[in-house]
């Protein structure tokens, strides 16, 4: 027999409604507040998208959380929430390497939600360009993964660009292989995108050997091709294998765990004011002087103010033969003391020091597959 002092299933549902009908009121009431901040934002010409004011709003959130709401679920919610609002602030606009169902574009959805405005562009340059003629507020590009390293030609765009490096997302990234049967009899050649099959490198070699690998511009485009061609199959996501209706031969092909892919989000706006207890990196490009001892130069520069690099890459300068520049990550806001005069100190030693940007380090988010 049920206790009659304690709630049916029918009180208990007309609870949940009545908390609904409370947060649907308190999130109309956010969104007015968030539209008054718009208003005030654009009289003082300040940006709309303010990324270090996001992050402190969930981390804040996360850290306040009391449970049983699950904590790793709060992000998701309040990212959606507050891209719904931001949209009432300014309609933003991202452009990001497509086509549809790229991990670029999981990635841009996962930072900025289903309310902003997504246009694809089929090179990472034209998806800079976007941002450079106005058209987009915002670009997401890939700039390396924990399995194939740098993504080459986004430092190549990086170094003739004017754009600011604003925020960086971190992307568990895990690979499916998909084909028209979902069966790996048959497949005779496998498209993707170079980064994408060399993190599947070994998989592919032990479990399809005989198989064409033809690198293409994207992952999503490399679906889009195995869906027309019986005898392919593509290695992408799982999104993308509903968007260009594949079936899933295998799932987790990626040779290394935890393979994670970091992306860039590229604006107009210069760095910010750095905020007190967020963890910050500073991106510089570097153009040296072709002398001896001059990488020890720049390394001892950082040392010498205690600042640490995390990051360093090289890359042709397309001046002349064997000219190079460095891409350098280190720890720490441009307007930190140690680090400014560290880029001071790099004046020295280098014909040019380029902030390309300081911003928040990002915690990984989700897998995509």
Known sequence: MSDPEKPGLAELRAEIDAVDDELLRLLNQRASVVKKVGALK????????????ERRILDRLQAANPGPFPTEALRPVFSEI???CLSLEHSLKVSFLGPEATFTHMAARARFGLSARYVP???IAQ???EVDKGLCELAVVPVENSTEGVVHSTLDVLMESQLSIEAEILLEVSHCLLSRTGELDGVQKIYSHPQALGQCRHWLSANLPKAALIEVA????AARLARDDQDAAAVASDLAGHLYDLKVARRKIEDGVGNTTR???IGRNKPAAPVAGQSYCTSLMLSVRDQP??????LSRLADHGVNLSRIESRPSRRRAWDYVFFIDCDGHVADPAVAAAVAGLADVCQAVKVLGSYGRAAATGEAG
């Open 218 to 221: 994207s992952t999503a485009l």
């Open 82 to 84: 507050i891209s719904a």
């Open 293 to 298: 001892g001059v990488l020890h130069q720049i």
């Open 42 to 53: 654009a009289a003082l010409g300040q940006p709309f998208y303010v990324p270090d004011r």
């Open 127 to 129: 998806v800079f360009a």
């Open 263 to 265: 992306f860039l989000v």
């Open 121 to 123: 562009a089929p090179t």
